[in-house]
C-alpha cells in the first residue's frame, strides 16, 4: 500500500463519519446515522443533527482509527467538509477535526463535500480519465460537473434551479403517505407500476429562454404536477394508483437526468460519467443511465451503495487528491460555509 494516508471527518447532514484512506485504498469507514431521531418529523431536524454529531464525533473518529489500527501520529492529514450543508452540524465536525489537527500537529483541509463525492469514486474505479463528467445527484444537490482537475479545477455544467431531485422525490412520497427519507419507498413502489399510466412532466428539458446552457434542472414543477394529479383523483374519490405514480415519476426524473448527462457528455468530448450521491441509489436512475450511457458510448461509473451516500471515505479520498497535488492545507481558522458552490 503507498500513497498519502488521510483521515476523512464529515457532518454536512444527519450523518457522522470517519474513514481512514491511504493512496486509493479504503482502509477503515465508520458511519453513524441519527436519521432514526428525525424519521417522525418528516425530515431532518438541525438542531437534533448537530446535536447527534457533538455525541458521535469521538466514537466515530476513534473507531475508524482504531479499525485501521492506527492512531492520529500515523495519518499525513485531516480533512473534513467544511460545506455545503447545515451550519450547525458543518460546526461540530470542523471545530472537532481543528481540535485533531492542532493536538497532533497535522495539516488540515476544509473540503468541498459535492466534491467528495466526485472523489469517492477513485476507490472503485480507479483514476479519472480526461473530460470526466459527474453527475451528483442527492436531496440537497443536483449538478453536472465537468471534472477537469479534482483537486484544483471543476466547472459547473448544469444544477438545479429550485428542488433537489431527491427532495422531489421525499416531497411526493409524503403525499403519498410513505416515512422520510421517501425517496428508497418511491423507488421500491416504481418497479411494480407502470411508468407511462401518468403523464408527469420532465421539468426544463431544453433550458430556460436566454440561458447560456441547457443543463440545469427543474424538479419543483414535477412535484407541483404529480401533487395536483393526486388531489384531482381525491376530489373525485378515486382510489390513488400508488405504484403507477411513483413510476411514472421515477421514469421522469430518470429520464431527464440521464438525457441531460449525454448532452453534457457529447458537449464536453467525456467517455466517462461519474454518478455520486444518495439519489444514485434509484434502481430507475442507475438503469436509464447504463442504458444511455451504452447507447452513446460512455462508460457509467455508478459506485456501490455505501460509498454513494454521505461517508468519511468521500472526504478522506477528496485529502488524499489535495495532498498529492500539493496543494495547501487551509489555515487553521479556517470557516465553515454553508451555501458552498
Ligand atoms: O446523499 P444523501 O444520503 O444525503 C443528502 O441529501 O446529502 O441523499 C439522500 C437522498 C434522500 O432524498 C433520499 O430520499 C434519496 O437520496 N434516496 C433515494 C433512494 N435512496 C436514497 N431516492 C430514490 N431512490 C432511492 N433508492
Ligand atoms: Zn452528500
Given at each position: 500500500?503507498?500513497?498519502?494516508?488521510?483521515?476523512?471527518?464529515?457532518?454536512?447532514?444527519?450523518?457522522?463519519?470517519?474513514?481512514?484512506?491511504?493512496?486509493?485504498?479504503?482502509?477503515?469507514?465508520?458511519?453513524?446515522?441519527?436519521?432514526d431521531e428525525h424519521?417522525?418529523?418528516?425530515?431532518?431536524?438541525?438542531?437534533?443533527?448537530?446535536?447527534?454529531?457533538?455525541?458521535?464525533?469521538?466514537?466515530?473518529?476513534?473507531?475508524?482509527?482504531?479499525?485501521?489500527?492506527?492512531?492520529?501520529?500515523?495519518?499525513?492529514?485531516?480533512?473534513?467538509?467544511?460545506?455545503?450543508?447545515?451550519?450547525?452540524?458543518?460546526?461540530?465536525?470542523?471545530?472537532?477535526?481543528?481540535?485533531?489537527?492542532?493536538?497532533?500537529?497535522?495539516?488540515?483541509?476544509?473540503?468541498?463535500?459535492?466534491?467528495?463525492?466526485?472523489?469517492?469514486?477513485?476507490?472503485?474505479?480507479?483514476?479519472?480519465?480526461?473530460?470526466?463528467?459527474?453527475?451528483?445527484?442527492?436531496?440537497?444537490?443536483?449538478?453536472?460537473?465537468?471534472?477537469?482537475?479534482?483537486?484544483?479545477?471543476?466547472?459547473?455544467?448544469?444544477?438545479?434551479?429550485?428542488?433537489?431531485?431527491?427532495?422531489?422525490?421525499?416531497?411526493?412520497?409524503?403525499?403519498?403517505?410513505?416515512?422520510?427519507?421517501g425517496g428508497p419507498?418511491?423507488?421500491?413502489?416504481?418497479?411494480?407500476?407502470?411508468?407511462?399510466?401518468?403523464?408527469?412532466?420532465?421539468?426544463?428539458?431544453?433550458?430556460?429562454?436566454?440561458?447560456?446552457?441547457?443543463?440545469?434542472?427543474?424538479?419543483?414543477?414535477?412535484?407541483?404536477?404529480?401533487?395536483?394529479?393526486?388531489?384531482?383523483?381525491?376530489?373525485?374519490?378515486?382510489?390513488?394508483?400508488?405504484?403507477?405514480?411513483?413510476?411514472?415519476?421515477?421514469?421522469?426524473?430518470?429520464?431527464?437526468?440521464?438525457?441531460?448527462?449525454?448532452?453534457?457528455?457529447?458537449?464536453?468530448?467525456?467517455?466517462?460519467?461519474?454518478?455520486?450521491?444518495?439519489?444514485?441509489?434509484?434502481?430507475?436512475?442507475?438503469?436509464?443511465?447504463?442504458?444511455?450511457?451504452?447507447?452513446?458510448?460512455?462508460?457509467?461509473?455508478?459506485?456501490?451503495?455505501?460509498?454513494?451516500?454521505?461517508?468519511?471515505?468521500?472526504?478522506?479520498?477528496?485529502?488524499?487528491?489535495?495532498?498529492?497535488?500539493?496543494?495547501?492545507?487551509?489555515?487553521?481558522?479556517?470557516?465553515?460555509?454553508?451555501?458552498?458552490?
Open positions: 500500500m503507498s500513497g498519502p494516508i488521510v483521515l476523512g471527518i464529515e457532518s454536512t447532514c444527519d450523518e457522522t463519519a470517519a474513514s481512514v484512506v491511504q493512496g486509493r485504498t479504503l482502509i477503515s469507514n465508520v458511519v453513524a446515522s441519527s436519521m424519521a417522525r418529523y418528516g425530515g431532518v431536524i438541525p438542531e437534533i443533527a448537530s446535536r447527534a454529531h457533538a455525541e458521535a464525533f469521538v466514537p466515530c473518529v476513534s473507531k475508524a482509527l482504531a479499525d485501521a489500527n492506527m492512531t492520529l501520529s500515523d495519518v499525513d492529514a485531516i480533512a473534513v467538509s467544511a460545506g455545503p450543508g447545515l451550519a450547525g452540524c458543518l460546526a461540530v465536525g470542523v471545530s472537532g477535526a481543528k481540535s485533531l489537527a492542532w493536538a497532533a500537529n497535522k495539516p488540515i483541509y476544509g473540503i468541498n463535500h459535492v466534491i467528495g463525492h466526485i472523489a469517492v469514486t477513485q476507490l472503485q474505479f480507479g483514476p479519472f480519465p480526461e473530460d470526466t463528467l459527474a453527475l451528483i445527484v442527492s436531496g440537497g444537490h443536483t449538478s453536472l460537473l465537468h471534472v477537469e482537475d479534482v483537486a484544483r479545477h471543476i466547472d459547473v455544467v448544469g444544477t438545479t434551479l429550485d428542488d433537489a431531485a431527491g427532495e422531489c422525490f421525499d416531497k411526493v412520497a409524503r403525499l403519498l403517505g410513505f416515512p422520510y427519507p419507498h418511491i423507488d421500491r413502489h416504481a418497479q411494480l407500476g407502470d411508468p407511462h399510466a401518468i403523464k408527469v412532466p420532465q421539468g426544463l428539458t431544453q433550458g430556460k429562454a436566454g440561458q447560456q446552457h441547457p443543463y440545469d434542472f427543474s424538479f419543483s414543477g414535477v412535484k407541483t404536477a404529480v401533487a395536483r394529479w393526486i388531489e384531482e383523483q381525491q376530489a373525485q374519490g378515486n382510489e390513488i394508483p400508488v405504484d403507477d405514480v411513483c413510476a411514472s415519476l421515477a421514469d421522469s426524473v430518470a429520464t431527464v437526468l440521464a438525457k441531460k448527462a449525454m448532452r453534457g457528455c457529447e458537449q464536453y468530448d467525456s467517455k466517462t460519467l461519474i454518478v455520486g450521491g444518495g439519489f444514485s441509489a434509484n434502481s430507475q436512475l442507475r438503469a436509464k443511465l447504463l442504458e444511455v450511457g451504452a447507447e452513446h458510448g460512455v462508460e457509467v461509473r455508478v459506485p456501490q451503495l455505501k460509498l454513494c451516500t454521505d461517508n468519511g471515505a468521500m472526504v478522506a479520498m477528496l485529502g488524499v487528491n489535495l495532498v498529492e497535488a500539493g496543494v495547501a492545507p487551509s489555515n487553521p481558522d479556517f470557516a465553515i460555509d454553508s451555501a458552498m458552490p
